[in-house]
């Protein structure tokens, strides 16, 4: 009996104890909110979240004494995903001044975007990431890639070696595969690039072809590079240098039944995809350069760039070639790609190509979700792609991709449902950055700013 009592005090006293447990001055509450699990595209509501220290501590459908929590965010009735990741974005070059740098990282954090690949690497990307991972600046998380290796950098095995081992050692995410680089140089730049222990990504060089890419393990092949050139029967005897822009020359020529063996291929060898769809609805389509000058994102960018976008955009549809007949086959070859290697290939990642022709920092990701759409992806298939699937492309499934606990407080609270509507991803409420509330008043606030820099220069 005595006993009994002695576990009854103790048990009163512990429940007592915790009950009293104090809430860390620096947690933040986000009450009632509809809580969306990437996963399996469910919606779990009214959920209390606790965050402090940068993680995600608690996640609840009740919560005692919310009243005390110094930092409460209203979640009634609003919806909250991780954040998003932009897989093939751009950081400025290191001769761009450091304010519009940190200009160019808020635009993608505004959208949501809380993590980036930045897609042409230079040493001066190696510090800003650093910079950004210690919380000094307001950016999303930064993988970078190497310098470009190319037909240019790149002619021989010999330096093949010596790169790929120096941006290694360097400490770059991973290497930048772009075009003319010749297939010998190539395979040794993926022997040595297997034998120290980094991955590539990017474009498939002419001379590399799309089998021979797929079968090299890219860790992701970006724009569906090289795959509608693989679409072309040898029978037809082409030039593979005629292939124009991303094949479109050879749109005439594409056997749209070999889709099945190179999403095999893909599937096979783990190829991550990154369409950058809105590339080719934008820059390489038969719209003009006045409509997208319209678009309201582009005040973010300056006086100088819009005209050089608007004389390159012109350039490339005044090319002789161009019509739009022609791209209208080419993007509905490039949509059965999407979607075959979307259903059966290794998985989709988010990525827009921005800073790109017309293609603003951040507001860019809300056309590529577009184009996503119109390839036949369903809105819970695109969250996916730029939340859970790069956490998985990166390893990082335990620090972030989803909402929940111990993960990154990597978050956008959003006014509707983005399962029902992709363009929900637009109504931004509010972006947690690994912890750090950034509201829409705040979001705002600073746009303005950037806005009136950008129409300053």
């Avoid at 470009?148 to 050692?169: D, R």
């Avoid at 222990?197 to 474009?203: D, Q």
């Avoid at 809105?278 to 960018?301: D, G, V």
């Amino acid at each position: 009996m005595k006993k009994l009592l002695v576990f009854l005090i103790l048990g009163i006293f512990i429940s007592c104890t915790q009950s009293q447990e104090k809430i860390s001055p620096t947690a933040i509450l986000i009450s009632n909110v509809n809580s969306i699990d990437v996963r399996n595209g469910t919606v779990l509501e009214n959920r209390q979240i606790v965050i402090d220290s940068g993680k995600i501590k608690r996640i609840t459908s009740e919560i005692q004494n919310p009243e005390e929590y110094t930092t409460i965010i209203n979640g009634k009735g609003k919806y909250l995903i991780p954040g998003l990741t932009e897989m093939h974005a751009h950081i400025p070059p290191p001769t761009t001044h450091s304010d519009r740098v940190e200009e160019v990282l808020f635009l993608y954090v505004a959208n949501g975007i809380t993590t980036i690949r930045g897609m042409l690497g230079h040493p001066e990307h190696l510090i800003l990431r650093k910079v950004a991972k210690e919380g000094k600046i307001i950016s999303p998380r930064i993988f970078t890639s190497s310098p470009s290796l190319n037909g240019n950098s790149v002619k021989t095995k010999e330096e093949a070696i010596e790169k790929v081992t120096a941006y290694q050692k360097e400490g770059y995410d991973f290497l930048k595969i772009h075009p003319g680089i010749q297939r010998e140089v190539f395979d040794q730049v993926v022997t040595t690039a297997n034998e120290v222990g980094i991955r590539f990504a990017g474009h498939v060089p002419v001379d590399v072809g799309i089998r021979h890419a797929l079968k090299s393990k890219y860790a992701s092949i970006d724009h569906v590079d090289g795959f509608l050139e693989g679409l072309v029967p040898q029978s037809a005897n082409v030039k593979p240098t005629d292939n124009g822009f991303f094949g479109y020359a050879f749109t005439p020529l594409a056997d749209t039944s070999k889709i099945d063996e190179l999403v095999r291929l893909a599937k096979e060898n783990k190829v991550w995809i990154v369409p950058t769809q809105s590339l080719f609805e934008r820059w390489f389509a038969p719209i003009t350069s006045e409509e997208l000058l319209q678009q309201p994102e582009m005040k973010y960018m300056p006086k100088t760039t819009l005209e050089n976008w608007k004389t390159r955009k012109e350039e490339s549809i005044n090319a002789p070639g161009f019509n739009t007949e022609q791209w209208t086959k080419f993007d509905s070859i490039r949509k059965l790609l999407i979607s075959g290697l979307n259903e059966n290939g290794h998985g989709m990642l988010l990525g827009s190509d921005a800073p790109q022709l017309f293609n603003v920092p951040g507001f860019s990701i809300h056309h590529e979700t577009q184009g996503m759409l119109g390839a036949g992806m369903t809105p819970k298939e695109i969250i996916a792609s730029g939340t859970i699937n790069p956490a998985k492309y990166f390893g990082m499934e335990d620090t972030f991709g989803k909402i929940k606990e111990g993960l990154d407080a990597d978050l956008i609270l959003l006014d509707s449902n983005p399962l029902e509507n992709i363009s929900a991803l637009k109504e931004i409420s509010g972006v947690m950055l690994r912890g750090r509330w950034i509201s829409k008043e705040e979001i705002d606030e600073k746009l303005a700013m950037v806005a009136n820099h950008a129409a300053q220069n």
